[in-house]
Each structure stands twice: as structure tokens, then as C-alpha cells.
């Protein structure tokens, strides 16, 4: 009988696919053995992956000596309602731009796009001057104000993609059928367009949740303080808590892998759909 060997393409996209996967992955297994080892064994000089013998005791202290349920809380409600807010007013402007008449319409989204590419460094200061006299530090509703400006034109450039890619002819016998742009929108639009309202929400979601510099910039106390800043907050002038910051790490990103995995077909969908005009 004769051996069939695997053709060579096929051998490199399945290499090339393992090697991309192993790079990805070893960060966070390295994350998880370091939150699973004791504090003598992380100040070793020689490292070790596994986690001999286990421990729980990070996990146990950033709970009960560091409050990082609070964090985990104040991140939770600045993400969503940024993912809410981004959403119902990304979808309305791209919705706009792709199914109504409007004029200079690439225009337009090239300078959304445009605004976006301003290195946020840059605008940290007038931001925080301004948040500041509107009596917005630290608030809730400063992060959530900024988070959507910085996330609306991702949104909107890939909504306005997904949308240009339902036949015109449904707007149409909607229009006959006496429905308006309104509720063309609501009744038509969106349904048809939920991949795309997944992968745009859960990018807004994950780009709020991990956000630091501006989350450190408008909060100074625990009661609005998010992730990122919770966990640097951990380290002191002289020691860093490897294990600690390990395990808050693991519990961070638990979260946001299960999400991607819940809702996997949903991104690719919405991803590759808006790359092909029907």
C-alpha cells in the first residue's frame, strides 16, 4: 500500500499555524505558572515553567489584601456602557454613511479616520484640563466619554463596511412597504448585521479594558480605578509582586479568551464579510 505524503503547502501552513499558535499562547501559560509559584521560587536565579510546588496564595491576596474585585468592577461598567454607547452611536453614523444619500461620504470617513491617528499621548493633557473643569475626574463618565471617542471610528469603518454589503434592493421594498430610515434601521439593518455588532462590540470592549494611560490620568482612587491600574498599583518602591501581578493578569484575561471563543463564528463572520461586496 502506498504511503500519500501530505503535500508540502500543507506542511507549511500547519507548521506555519503551530509556530504562530505556541508563540501566542506561551505568555499566558508563562503568566499561569508564575501566578501558581511561590514567592522563593520567582526570585530564583534559575526560573522554573512548572510550578512545583503549587500555590493559591496570589490569588488569594489580590482578592482579600488588594480589593481587586473592585477593579475587576469599576472595569466591568466602563467597558460596557463604552461597548453600548459606541455601538448605538458607531452604528448610526455608519448606517448613515452606507445606506443613505450622503454626500462626500469617504470624505468623511477619512477624516474620522484621520482624528484616530492622533497619538493619545498628545492629548492626554488638554483632556485631563478639560475633565477637570467639567468636574469629571475621577468619574466614571470621563473614561467612558473618552473611551467612545477613541472608539468610534473603528466602529464606524467597520460597520460602514458590513453595511455596504447588504443588497440596496432590501432598502428598497422596505421604502415601498412605507418604512423610513429609522426603522429600516432598526427592523432590517441590525439583524442582518449582528457579526458585525459582535466583532465592532467586542473590540470596543477589549480596547476600554485593557486601557491604562488614560484611566490612570482621570482616577486617583480605588472606588474608579480599572484593571490596568489596579495591577499597577501592586508594586511599591522596593519590591514587585510577580506572583500577585501573574495571577491578576490570569483573572483578567480568563474573561476576554472565553468571550472570543463564545462568539468565534460571530468575529470571523464579521470580520472577512465587509471584504466582499455582494
Known sequence: MRLMLPHPRTTILV??????????????LWQISTSLQNDKNL???????LPIPVTLDHYFNIFTAKSFHLYILNSTIVAGLTTLFTLVAGSLAAFALARLRVHHRFGILG??????????????APLYLLAADLGLLDTYASLVIVYLALGLPLVIWV????????????????TVDGAGPLRLFVSIILPMSLPGLVTTGLLAFIAAWNEFMFALAFTSNIDHQTIPV?????????????GDIAA?????TIPLVLLVMFFQRHIVEGLTQGAVKE
Not at 161 to 172: K, S
Open 248 to 252: 491578576a493578569s490570569v483573572v483578567v
Open 43 to 49: 526570585v530564583a536565579a534559575t526560573p522554573s515553567l
Open 111 to 124: 477624516l474620522i479616520l484621520s482624528v484616530s491617528m492622533f497619538p493619545q499621548i498628545t492629548i492626554v
Open 230 to 242: 489596579g495591577i499597577a498599583n501592586f508594586t511599591n518602591l522596593y519590591y514587585v509582586p510577580w
Open 159 to 174: 460597520l460602514f463596511g458590513y453595511f455596504q454589503t447588504i443588497p440596496v434592493e432590501i432598502d428598497e421594498a422596505a
Open 15 to 28: 507548521a506555519g499555524a503551530t509556530g504562530v499558535t505556541l508563540w501566542s499562547l506561551l505568555p499566558f
